[in-house]
Nanobody
Framework: QVQLVESGGGSVQAGGSLRLSCAAS????????????MGWFRQAPGKEREGVAA???????SYVDSVKGRFTISKDNAKNTLHLQMNSLKPEDTAMYYC???????????????????WGQGTQVTVSS
């Protein structure tokens, strides 16, 4: 069974940076991990969960408009690890951030929550003004 564990959340002031990581286990080998579509989602209090960024097996990426130019998603296939580098953070980025994985490559709408099969427990990001 695939398991995802996020880390790297915390509290920062507006304009600061954080790097989130997601360690994946349960894949039979690095190739199996490298093949799948992975993403980051977030949920702020009182709001629905939204897709933030996704990355496909060939390194292609997709971002929600509100984070373009500030966030970068990357994948280390050798270490079965997903990252989200977040720069120029804003108070509106405050949320619980979740790592998610599909069973296959990214197709269709990459940031569609219902297309992801595995989820982590989340890591809290708080940005103060």
């Amino acid at each position: 069974q695939v398991q995802l564990v996020e880390s790297g959340g915390g509290s920062v002031q507006a304009g600061g940076s954080l790097r989130l990581s997601c360690a994946a286990s349960g894949y039979t080998d690095s190739y199996s991990y490298s093949y799948v579509c992975m993403g980051w989602f977030r949920q702020a209090p009182g709001k629905e969960r939204e897709g933030v960024a996704a990355i496909d097996s060939d390194g292609s990426t997709s971002y929600v408009d509100s984070v373009k130019g500030r966030f970068t998603i990357s994948k280390d296939n050798a270490k079965n690890t997903l990252h989200l580098q977040m720069n120029s953070l804003k108070p509106e980025d405050t949320a619980m951030y979740y790592c998610a994985a599909r069973r296959a490559r990214c197709i269709g709408i990459w940031l569609k929550e219902s297309d992801y099969n595995y989820w982590g427990q989340g890591t809290q990001v708080t940005v103060s003004s």
